[in-house]
Structure formats: C-alpha cells, structure tokens
C-alpha cells in the first residue's frame, strides 16, 4: 500500500495543479468561449455590438457583420443585444477580421462602463396609441362553455383574418382597439389606443374556425378582442437624454380613469417623431395662478402663472405620435391636459 501511495502522489498534484492551471485560464477568458474551432462572446451589461466589433475586430465598423453571422441566435434588433447572449465573433471560414490582411489575434475586451437602466417587469402588458389600427390577425368569436368573462385557460373560438397563417402552436398577444383618441383641447386626433388584454396559443385549425387557449390574462378578455403578433419587449429599459425642449400633455391614462397617480399608465401626445425616445424621463407640470399684492398706491397688478412640478414620468415605449409613460412620482392626484416637460428634476 505504501509504495501505491507513492506512486500516486506526483500525479495527483499534476492533477491539481492541471486544474487549478485550467481554472485560472477559465477566469481570464470568462467572457470569451471556445466551442469547436468557433470563438464566441458572453455579452455582459452594457454591451453593444458596436463596442465588441471595435474591441474584437479592431473597429466598430464591423458590427454588421457580426449581426450577419449570429442570425440563428437570432439578434432581433441589432441595437438591443443582452446580458448572457452567446454571439459568435468569428471561426469556420473568413471574418472581418481577416478581410484585406492578415488576422490578427482578438484583444482581451476592456471593462465597458456599465449603461444604466430602468426595470419594468409588466413591459409586455402595456399598450400603446398610434395613428392607424393595428393590423388583426383574426378575431375571438366565442369561449367554450358560453362563460360571460373569459380568464386564462380558457378555449376560445378565433375567426382568422386570412391574412396572416395562424400555425398551431404560435402565440399571438390579444388586444383591444378604441375609436380614435383626440388631443386634451378635443380638437387633433392622436390616434387609436390598443389596450392589450392577454395572450391566446393557438391549439388546432378547422376550415371554419381556430381554436385557441388563453395563456395569459393582463385584464378582461371580451369576445370582440382581436389578435396580432407579440412584439419582443425588453424589461431592461436604456435610460437615455431628455428632451430639452420638449412641451407634451398628458392625454388619457391606459384604462381610461379619470384621475391618475403613481404606478399608473399614462399617454402623452408626443412620439418618435418628436424624438421622444423609451428610457427619458420627464416632469409633470401644473400651472399655478399668482396674485401679486397691490401696490402702496393701492393700484392692483396682473396675475401671473407659475408652473409647479406635481409628479415625474419615464417613457416605456413610443410610437410615431404618442408615448405610454409609467407615472413614477405623483404629488397629487393628476389629470388628463396636464403638462409633460423637461426638466424633470
């Protein structure tokens, strides 16, 4: 027994010290990962691909391309990549990095300054108000059991639009469209608001209808709620620069209440083309009048009006006209005409 155990020892400690070497190399190289002669990047917080073409490639130039070869991931919207992504930066055959020279080895990637962001878990629930009514998929033309409310679980009757294949098996987000929406002083239309009520699953097709269950419930289903594709929607929020100029108003809250107040939805009637931008953040303003005292001479002076911040909003989504804002500071109850403006300090 003695003399195994002396045998063994040296290859043990080669062992361990093979495994400590591995381990240390490991954490060197924790966000670059080798993978059958293909290298690949960890995306940490804060990346872009423009920072990980100019850190691996040598210019920021070359993020088309790393967007062209990772289109099975697939990266959706090349300006939004995110934490825990695996892109492929290069391997099994040509890269950027070798056109017009010769290749020359990745840089180690440098700390990236962490970019800040707003958490909004419930994303996916809000809805929005754009100019034209969004394009139906299909409608719900009945719920199994002929029940007055439909809830999750639910198997519903859907009418197909015809113009859109509904496949078995895909979801689709449920939604509910208003007559159009007018600005506070009654005169411009905005817009039509789409309130989203859930997400339906389609489970089988017939020449006459589909069938389909309802996998989530965000507020009341009603037969007469239509259909369209789910847009892919980060929690994670960019907070991005204010609009300096910006002068918007609120224009209604999401469920049509009459008075609103912190954690509410709101729209504002300002949108992307007004370069209003998801991540901004924006005061609430109210207009106070003042009376100045009359004067030693007993004469009276004009009345003046002061602006007064009475709560703070930040910019969840946009669209080309309007805005769905969270509502993340009220001071009073707030209402429908209200000023939305910068600062919102």
């Known amino acids: ?10 290859f043990m400690l080669a ?12 954490a060197d190289n924790e966000n670059r990962v080798r993978d059958e002669a293909v290298t690949y990047y960890i995306v940490q917080e804060g990346d872009t691909l423009w920072d990980i073409s100019n850190l691996f490639l040598a210019s920021p130039g070359y993020w088309p391309e790393i967007w062209s070869i990772n289109s099975r991931i697939p990266i959706l919207n090349p300006h939004l990549i995110f934490p825990g992504q695996r892109i ?4 099994r055959g040509p890269t950027p990095q070798t056109i017009g020279g010769e290749a020359s080895p990745p ?7 962490a970019r800040r962001y707003f958490h909004y878990p419930s994303i996916h629930r809000i809805g929005f108000i754009q100019n034209d009514p969004a394009r139906s998929l299909g409608v719900i033309f009945k719920v199994r059991g002929n029940k007055e409310m439909i809830s999750m679980t639910d198997v519903v009757y859907i009418q197909a639009s015809g113009e859109t294949d509904l496949a078995v098996g895909d979801r689709y987000t449920i939604y509910r469209a208003s007559t159009p929406i007018f600005d506070p002083a009654g005169k411009t239309v905005i817009g039509v608001q789409h ?16 069938l389909g269950r309802i996998i989530q419930s965000f507020r009341d289903i009603r037969i007469g709620d239509r259909l369209m594709p ?13 609009i300096t100029g910006l002068s918007a108003r609120i224009i209604a809250a999401e469920e049509r209440t009459a008075i ?20 901004q953040k924006y005061g609430i303003f109210e207009p106070t009048h003042v009376r100045l005292p009359e004067t030693s001479e007993g004469k009276s002076t004009n009345d003046f009006v002061v602006r007064s911040e009475v709560g703070k909003v930040i910019v969840l989504l946009t669209r080309p006209t309007a805005a769905t804002c969270l509502i993340t500071h009220s001071l ?14």
Do not use: C
């Open 230 to 242: 789910i847009e892919e929607r980060s929690p994670d929020i960019p907070l991005t620069d204010s």
């Open 332 to 345: 009073q109850s707030l209402n429908a005409g209200l000023a939305v403006a910068f600062p919102e300090d």
């Open 107 to 113: 840089a180690e990637p440098p700390r990236i300054a």
């Open 195 to 210: 309130l989203l009520t859930g997400t339906v699953e389609v489970l089988r097709k017939s020449p006459d209808y589909i």
């Open 260 to 279: 609103m107040g912190e954690h509410d939805i709101a729209f504002i009637d300002k949108g992307a083309l007004d370069g209003v931008r998801p991540g």
């Open 1 to 10: 027994m003695k003399n195994t155990w002396k045998i063994k020892m040296p």
């Open 88 to 91: 492929r930066l290069y391997g």
């Open 15 to 26: 062992l361990l010290g093979s495994f400590f070497a591995m381990a240390s190399y490991a």
